[in-house]
């Protein structure tokens, strides 16, 4: 009875510090996300977007910070993403 309530205590205080930092991991990737994005493009740079397990490769011509990203590439003259869609981005 002891051990299932120990464990039962160990699992609440380990779920309410992952829920209390969470969100300051994923506030520091967008931020990481969005600079690389800028990057893209200030210096006109390529990248790849990954978006649930695929892979867009564009350059950005305009962000809406917090909404979308547009990009262009040699097969496509406009792809619009939303910034919630995107999981990571590698520059070229």
């Known amino acids: 009875m002891k ?7 160990v699992g609440a205080t380990l ?5 209390v930092h969470a969100p300051a991991w994923a506030q520091d990737a967008g ?5 690389t994005l800028e990057t893209s493009m200030k210096e006109k740079k ?5 978006i649930n397990g695929h ?3 564009g350059i950005v011509v305009k962000i809406e910070p917090g909404q979308w990203v547009e990009m262009r590439s040699q097969q496509f003259a406009r792809i619009v993403v939303r910034m919630e869609r995107i999981d990571a981005v590698a520059m070229q």
Do not use: E, K
Not at 3 to 9: D, G, V
Not at 31 to 35: F, W
Not at 46 to 50: A, I, S, T
């Open 55 to 57: 892979n867009l490769t």
């Open 31 to 35: 931020g990481t996300i969005m600079q």
């Open 15 to 19: 779920a309410a510090l992952l829920s």
């Open 3 to 9: 051990q299932s309530i120990a464990r039962l205590f």
């Open 46 to 50: 390529g990248l790849n977007v990954y």
